[in-house]
């Protein structure tokens, strides 16, 4: 099938993206990476009124260190992060799970902000990050709120992301160099979505202990 008609924007900036997604009305879906909505538009399982397409703003892109955390802009894809070896200090399992999804070219195109907004069950980084302990935060026309992972997914493809809010980056502590950590998912298929994944993070020396 094809998608239905849709309208297309590409803003300049985070502030004329969350407009968009306002003058909408919530008829509006953001085009990150695209690999969950693009088969939903082809499939018309959605059927938004206007794409925004921020997969090109800088804003979201970057990666931070901010000290006890790591900042990981929502448009951040899956093999930047599993490229970043080397580099992430203390976020060794985010280089672990990143290197785990899918295939490369789905690695390529496919965004951490995405995963954790689409909220599939059966995809990595909303259980990866639920046991780092991470937050996300989100921007809308009258500012910024921050919350724990686990109180933005709600259940099932279903988060506290509202009609014309933007999920903008996601914290993710540092584990010390004692930090332990495991990741698992069993698939039928290498590059399938996993019948059943778990995921544990230990860090000696303070009350964090997550399974």
């Not at 496919?110 to 059966?122: F, L, M």
Request: aromatic share 6%; glycine share 10%; charged share 25%.
């Amino acid at each position: 099938m094809k998608a239905a008609r849709f309208d297309y924007v590409r803003p300049d900036d985070l502030h004329q993206a969350v407009a968009a997604l306002g003058r909408a009305g919530g008829g509006a879906k953001l085009l990150a990476g695209g690999q969950s909505l693009g088969p939903m538009l082809n499939l018309r399982l959605a059927r938004p009124s206007l794409l925004v397409d921020v997969s090109r703003l800088d804003s979201l892109a970057r990666v931070e260190d901010i000290g006890r955390a790591w900042r990981i802009g929502a448009c951040v894809t899956h093999s930047r992060i599993e490229d970043m070896r080397e580099q992430l200090a203390g976020g060794e399992m985010l280089c672990e799970v990143a290197a785990g999804i899918a295939y490369r070219a789905i690695r390529n195109r496919g965004t951490i902000g995405g995963s954790i907004a689409h909220a599939d069950p059966s995809s990595d980084w909303p259980l990866a990050l639920a046991a780092l302990g991470a937050t996300v935060n989100i921007r809308n026309a009258g500012g910024a709120r921050a919350m724990p992972l686990e109180k933005f997914l709600l259940g099932a493809f279903t988060t506290a992301l509202r009609e014309d809010e933007i999920l903008e980056s996601v914290e993710v502590p540092k584990l010390s160099r004692a930090g332990r950590y495991g990741y698992y998912k069993f698939c039928r298929k290498t590059g399938e979505y996993a019948e059943a994944s778990a995921a544990a993070v230990f860090a000696p020396g303070t009350p964090f202990a997550r399974i």
